[in-house]
């Protein structure tokens, strides 16, 4: 398989481009290392056995499209995003033009190119809005009312996955991944809580919790999320799939797991919630596992552990 990754030096893109390189596949990537970082792919440029390719360039650039349509990749997986959820909410404009424009400047590379699939990332977190905590952990029938332009953005690049499926045959994929940690995560954003929580840690510096800590999420190894992106550029042709473990875990028991893995005995500082913070999120993989043969297998302290060990070799 020829496949082209964007976002490919991100934390979860770059993880992914490992695997498909130690499949035997060609791999393109595009990243416009904003927040991507070539450290990242060191291990795919390394290896001169590798047929892999880089590319420095924004989603947001039509040359995109012309890039994709010359590397005529098989499958695109499409990761590429701006991720930030309170980015999103300051700078709408541009979460939508990095989104959504972005997204559809791959769309009509990969239609242009002949491409049999498109794989995205879409986000449980956001699509699905603010369910009853009744109703967790929810699947994808659940009714998508996204309350942040990232939520929005995701649930509009979807939409047109369906359009550009019914107008041009555009085979298609949409995975809505639940909370993914893992090795490479950034600790200085405000997403990944694992790795924030494992810099500090590692640092003897205190870990700050928002609100009381009961909130919880699905938390998701990322080389578990990597198996299911592998498996849909085969299988789920047509389809969102949840992609967690539909288990809810507290922050609290989050810390206390990433504590436990540093063995610290430090207690976290309490702050006041960040306004608009859901309360509770978990996905249904169900789907996930009956048309992507896929089910998520790292338990949540065997994974914290893998990151600290991580950081521990990768100090950032």
């Known amino acids: 398989m020829k496949a082209l990754v964007t976002g490919g030096a991100g934390f979860i893109g770059s993880n992914l481009v490992d695997r498909l390189l130690a499949e035997g596949h060609a791999v393109d990537v595009i990243d416009s290392l904003v927040t991507g970082s070539l450290a990242n792919l060191s291990d795919a440029r390394a290896d001169r056995d590798h047929n892999f390719s880089f590319h420095q360039i924004d989603i947001r650039e039509p040359s995109v499209v012309d890039l994709i349509v010359r590397r005529k990749p098989d499958v695109v997986f499409h990761l590429a995003a701006q991720a930030d959820v309170r980015v999103s909410v300051s700078r709408p404009v541009f979460d939508a033009q990095v989104n959504v424009i972005g997204s559809l400047n791959v769309l009509e590379g990969a239609r242009q190119a002949d491409s049999r699939k498109v794989v995205f990332a879409s986000s449980g977190g956001t699509i699905y809005g603010a369910p009853d905590p009744a109703e967790l952990p929810v699947d994808e029938t659940h009714a998508q009312h996204p309350v942040s332009p ?95 473990t539909g288990v809810e875990t507290s922050v609290n028991d989050l810390y206390a797991s990433v504590a436990r893995a540093t063995s610290v005995d430090r207690a976290p500082v309490y702050a006041p919630a960040r306004p608009g913070e859901l309360a509770h999120s978990a996905l249904d993989p169900s789907r996930a596992a009956l048309y992507l043969g896929w089910k998520p297998w790292t338990e949540l302290d065997t994974g914290t552990a893998a990151v600290l060990d991580w950081f521990r070799d990768n100090r950032i």
């Open 150 to 244: 990232y939520g929005v953005a995701k649930k509009a690049v979807g939409d047109y996955l369906f359009a550009y499926r019914e107008l041009h045959a555009l085979e298609f994929a949409a995975l809505a991944m639940a909370n993914v940690y893992g090795p490479r995560q950034d600790p200085h954003g405000e997403a990944g809580v694992v790795a924030i929580f494992a810099g500090h840690l590692l640092a003897d510096e205190a870990c700050t919790i928002f609100g009381d800590g009961t909130q919880t999420r699905d938390y998701v190894y990322v080389d578990d999320v990597v198996d299911a992106f592998v498996r849909a550029a085969e299988r789920g042709s047509g389809l969102l799939a949840n992609i967690g």
